[in-house]
């Protein structure tokens, strides 16, 4: 695997897609995902990547919100073998810090997660979903301050295609140990301390793509679809 939330900038302007057959949802944009062979929906404030970062590779869509420095990553990788629930969650999560040099991590939380809403969790060709959390220290953008991150990730299982779809959301709570934002705001704090207490819920961005993922063309994954 190989993951780009660690090299996000600036951009100028947001495309957002527009499906009609998405879910409404007043801060969620439906968002077209691979060509529209895949589809999601997301928080409207994350802008499409690929519109400044001519570099995406092919098998990810990343978007961003620069105000707060986050992005979200649809990742698409041949299916990891030999793990499942937990297991799987701790593999994925320490290996999207080994991407970013994570100079410390710690995984929090990891298990199957049960998703309502449609796509993922309906009888569409989807497995199980799990879910990892934890916290990395990392230089997340060109930036070389190290920024405190809170690692939000899902894996979605699509054994029918032999491929699990890796979605990650990661949003600093301190930049270079200061609580405010690139737009000036404060930043949230981490969710480590309620996930700790039993809240296992995961980030308002993750759960967007969780509750509306779906594949739209199963083509797209060739023989293995």
Known sequence: MTLSFCASEDVDDAVDAVDATMPPNAFRSPRRLFGGALACALDARFEDASTFMPSIPNHQEIFVDRARDETVIVELVDA???????????????????????????????????????????????????????????????????????????????????????????????????????????????DETRVRRGDETPSEALRGVMETFEVRDWGVFGDGG
């Open 80 to 190: 990891i073998e030999d793990r499942t629930g937990s297991s799987l969650g701790a593999f994925a999560f320490e290996d999207a810090c080994d991407a970013c040099d994570a100079i410390e991590r710690r995984l929090v939380t990891s298990g199957t997660a049960s998703v309502s809403g449609r796509g993922a969790g309906a009888d569409d060709g989807v497995g199980d979903v799990v879910v990892a959390y934890g916290v990395m220290r990392a230089s997340k953008s060109r930036s070389t301050d190290v920024n405190d991150v809170d690692v939000w990730g899902a894996i979605i299982r699509l054994p029918r295609a032999k491929t699990d779809a890796l979605v990650w959301h990661c949003r600093p709570f301190a930049f270079a140990g200061a609580p405010r934002t690139p737009g000036g705001d404060d930043a949230a704090p981490s």
